[in-house]
């Protein structure tokens, strides 16, 4: 397969607050961006361990082959050079202006700015290294930066985002704003009036006001049902969902900034400052881990967000992964979960965990709604070119949980309850290899279950699973379920894996 083009990489750092924080944010050369950890946690203990995390810069440049290029400052190196390589990254250093380290009058910073800037670094940018478009890579609030580029800044002028930006990938960016568990509202309705530090970019208002084009501007502000989070609102041009991927934090317990206070007003269902539901665009590629908003365990500087920014920039096969035609008992006293964690083989992380312990199973349909179901579980961006040494399939590994909670009275009844025990429970382990004698992959499947003695061991010994559907450019296949699964989600439920090309 052709792989993916080393298109350049755009850096937009979050939020920094007020001026002391945007003074110490502007003292680093490459915004955070080169900041590592050592610091992990992992296994059903959730204790630390030591593990060591160059930083997505340092290995993007060691992995990728990317160049870090300064000449007494990136904004000085493009300025002196007439050319660049396509394979490059670049730091949009917006706060400097906003800094008073430098001597100047420092100016208010402004979210709309920030992203006429940033048109105006990746016109720069094309212009010299030629590339067609650039990546986009954003935490938190540069995220937004981001969005209101392609959603307001470029459609205003009459351009097409996806005519400069390849792909988008963020790191717990409050795609629906910063909301908190506690104050009934109160707290961000003084944020939003205050404007303090110019902390309402996160309230409704002013979200609506740097995500929407002049064209579709409701002078009464965002009408009833707005959501923040949509990049998709009807307009001739929306970036398409399907180069669109959010990174979603569940660990708030970790971030201790205002010691604390932060993560205790957000609340747990948070990286400690992003609720998990306002931490994606809905319909957007989306994984979580088990990281916090920033500091000691982050998600920039992890290894978890690295594998999957890696493997989405330059990955070549995506697998969708859905069960379907799924039909659970009929109990109107019952509520069904499921969790799901991925594992890569080779790699010594999770790169996506999905479970009630850390607030974000996936709802499967109610127990009393009739007819089968198709649940979406995760979506997968492999790379034939990272395959671990000796092997010759790109393998991963799917853990399915299924659980019930059971109800009485409208109250959680534990009557018959079995603490962190589920009624399914197995492991999928999935090869796929590109076979050049076939139009498709050739793809291979296994449930944990079914296999004698340790997985590393194991060897699909049988033929490649077929492909159900005769369409070109994409595989699918149906896998069943486990026997023991039958009596939870039906008969006829079925584990469907879908393998397109990517690049």
């Not at 990174?247 to 010691?259: E, F």
């Not at 967000?305 to 990955?315: E, I, K, P, S, V």
Request: charged share 20%; with cysteine; aromatic share 8%.
């Amino acid at each position: 397969m052709t792989p993916a083009p080393k298109l350049p990489i755009v850096y937009v750092r979050g939020y920094a607050g007020n001026t002391a924080g945007i003074d110490t944010a502007v003292t680093d050369p490459f915004y955070g961006f080169n900041l590592g950890s050592t610091h992990i946690r992992i296994g059903p203990d959730d204790q630390p361990c030591f593990f060591q995390f160059e930083s997505p810069l340092l290995r993007l440049h060691l992995d990728e082959g990317y160049k870090i290029l300064v000449d007494g400052g990136q904004e000085a190196y493009l300025a002196t050079h007439d050319t660049i390589p396509q394979d490059s990254i670049w730091i949009h250093r917006f706060y400097d202006t906003s800094a008073t380290t430098w001597g100047a009058s420092p100016h208010e910073f402004r979210l709309e700015t920030a992203a006429q800037d940033l048109l105006t670094l990746i016109e720069t940018i094309r212009a010299k290294s030629q590339a067609p478009r650039v990546h986009l890579v954003a935490h938190s609030m540069g995220g937004l930066v981001c969005r209101c580029l392609m959603q307001k800044i470029l459609p205003d002028q009459g351009c097409d985002p996806a005519d400069y930006v390849d792909k988008f990938f963020t790191y717990g960016t409050p795609h629906g704003g910063i909301a908190f568990d506690v104050g009934f509202g109160v707290l961000e309705r003084l944020r939003d009036i205050t404007g303090i530090n110019g902390a309402d970019i996160f309230g409704p208002q002013r979200m609506y006001e740097y995500l929407t084009p002049k064209s579709d501007v409701d002078p009464g502000g965002p009408p009833a049902g707005w959501d923040a989070r949509s990049m998709s609102p009807g307009g001739p041009s929306d970036f398409p969902l399907g180069r669109v991927f959010c990174l979603i934090g569940t660990d708030p317990t970790d971030y201790d900034v205002a010691h604390g206070l932060s993560a205790a007003t957000v609340g747990p269902r948070s990286d400690g400052l992003v609720q998990i539901d306002n931490a994606y665009v809905p319909g957007a590629y989306r994984a979580y881990v088990h990281r916090s908003h920033s500091g000691t365990y982050g998600l920039v500087n992890s290894e978890e967000g690295y594998q999957n920014l890696r493997r989405f920039l330059f990955g070549d096969r995506k697998v969708e992964t859905t069960l379907v035609d799924a039909l659970l008992p009929q109990r109107p006293d019952t509520t069904w979960q499921a969790e799901v964690l991925l594992s890569v083989r080779g790699l010594q992380i999770v790169t996506h965990e999905q479970t009630t312990a850390q607030w974000c199973p996936i709802q499967l349909p109610d127990g009393a709604a009739a007819g089968t179901a198709s649940v979406p579980l995760v979506t997968t961006f492999l790379n034939s070119a990272l395959l671990a040494a000796g092997a010759d399939t790109m393998r991963y590994a799917l853990h399915l949980r299924i659980l019930s909670l059971h109800r009485c009275d409208g109250l959680l009844s534990f009557k018959d309850h079995l603490e962190q025990t589920a009624d399914f429970d197995d492991i999928l382990v999935i090869d796929v290899r590109a076979d050049p004698s076939a139009a498709g992959p050739a793809v291979s499947a296994t449930w944990n279950s079914a296999i004698t003695g340790p997985i590393s061991a194991y060897r699909p010994d049988g033929g490649a699973l077929d492909d159900e559907n005769p369409a070109a450019g994409i595989w699918v296949n149906d896998i069943e379920l486990p026997a023991t699964a039958a009596p939870i989600v039906g008969q006829d439920a079925r584990i469907r894996l879908t393998v397109t090309p990517w690049n």
